[in-house]
């Protein structure tokens, strides 16, 4: 079966409040532009296999568009958000419902806890590697990694403008990811290194573009525009790298990988290749 992915049409999309340091509200979004850069990503993820779902958007919910956050899929099951800052928070009940009728098995994350869905934990191989700290909680990643059986390897995020683990890492394959050096403490970054064999770094300033905010597809990677240098270097592994404009998200703190949700699995998981 091909790639299944989550996305939310930008209808509502806008910027409404400010919860992390790209935000402001003096710099509004395009709307049609927005509409057409998420149109165009659409395309590129239909382009290299993989069928697209869509969730309807909700006035009032701007940030709904980032469908990475609403939950973390394992298999057929998946632990929906709870959102640190209150003005995402109606979006959970959208998102458990739409999760319900797809089939999943849909839990809470622990307590008390916040978490952030696939924004913050990803699969690379076996191990689950959850980032910390700005949106979810450690503890919260650590019961959630008993629960399914999984090693859990806990990331600090230790730059503000990289507040989600998917904004500064990103799973290829089982043992290969890319990765912002500058986004992770000394022991973070240790970790990363100790545990994957292939790690891309990217340069600062393609980090500041979401070159790490990466959607694999197969063997096709698709990033927002301003990546030259993590191109050249995806193709030099054998990867087919597509760039599509995506800077009316980025005002919201958001890219390629945020708009969407990988409902089969990311490629990069390695529950994905057994059985
Ligand atoms: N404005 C949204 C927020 O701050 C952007 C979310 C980006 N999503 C992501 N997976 N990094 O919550």
């Excluded at 979006?91 to 806890?113: I, K």
């Amino acid at each position: 079966m091909g790639a299944r992915i989550l996305m939310c049409p930008p209808l509502f999309y806008g910027i409404e409040y400010e919860i992390n340091p790209w935000m402001s509200t003096e710099r509004q979004a395009d709307h049609t532009l927005a509409g057409e850069q998420w149109d165009a990503l659409r395309a590129a993820l239909e382009l290299a296999g993989a069928s697209i779902e869509v969730m309807t958007p909700v006035k009032g919910l701007p940030d709904l568009v980032f469908t990475a956050n609403a939950a973390m899929v394992y298999r057929r099951q998946a632990i929906v958000a709870r959102f640190k800052h209150p003005q995402r928070q109606g979006e959970t009940p959208l998102d458990r419902a739409w999760l319900e009728g797809d089939g999943f098995e849909v839990f809470d994350p622990p307590a008390e806890l916040s978490f952030e869905g696939a924004g913050d934990a990803l699969f690379c191989g076996d191990t689950l590697y959850a980032g910390y700290r700005m949106r979810s909680d450690a503890g919260g990643h650590q019961k959630i990694g008993e629960v399914l059986g999984v090693r859990v390897l806990p990331l600090e995020l230790a730059d503000p403008y990289y507040y989600h683990l998917d904004t500064c890492f990103c799973p290829l394959a089982e043992d290969q990811a890319i990765y912002f050096p500058g986004a992770f403490d000394e022991y973070g970054q240790k970790v990363l290194e100790a545990n994957i064999g292939t790690l891309i770094p990217v340069a600062e300033d393609e980090a500041r573009s979401f070159a790490c905010n990466a959607v694999v597809v197969g063997k096709t990677v698709v990033t927002n525009a301003g990546c030259p240098k993590l191109h050249e270097n995806l193709r030099a592994h054998g990867y087919t790298a597509i760039a599509t404009p995506l800077g009316e998200f980025v005002k919201a703190g958001g890219s390629a990988k945020c708009l969407t949700l990988r409902l089969d699995g990311e490629e990069a998981a390695g529950w994905k290749h057994t059985e």
